[in-house]
C-alpha cells in the first residue's frame, strides 16, 4: 500500500498518531476531513476496503473516543486500526 493511495494515506495518517507524530486535537481535527477528502479515492481502489476502514476507525473508532481521556482515545484507535489491519491481512476483504 502507497502512500499516495487514498487508504495508504489514511493509514499513514493513523499510524502517525499512534506513534505519537501527531497530538489528539490534530488528529481529532483532522481525522474527518481527510476521511471525506481521500474516501473516494479509497472507494475507486477498492470499494470494500474503504468501507471496512469507515466501519473500524470512522464509525467504531472516532466517532466513540470524543469524551474519553486521551489514553482511552488513543487505546481505542489503537484497538480499531489493529482489527481493521487484522481483518485487511486475514483476507476477509
Not at 39 to 58: I, T
Request: net charge negative.
Amino acid at each position: 500500500m502507497t502512500k499516495n493511495s487514498g487508504l495508504g494515506f489514511m493509514m499513514a495518517f493513523v499510524q502517525k498518531y499512534l506513534d505519537g507524530e501527531m497530538d489528539r486535537l490534530s488528529f481529532d481535527l483532522d481525522f474527518s476531513h481527510c476521511l471525506i477528502k481521500h474516501y473516494p479515492k479509497m472507494e475507486r481502489e477498492c470499494g470494500e476496503l474503504a468501507e471496512c476502514f469507515d466501519f473500524y476507525l470512522a464509525e467504531e473508532g472516532y466517532d466513540q473516543v470524543q469524551h474519553l481521556s486521551d489514553a482511552a482515545h488513543k487505546k481505542r484507535i489503537r484497538k480499531q486500526f489493529t482489527e481493521f489491519k487484522a481483518a485487511m491481512h486475514d483476507g476477509i476483504l
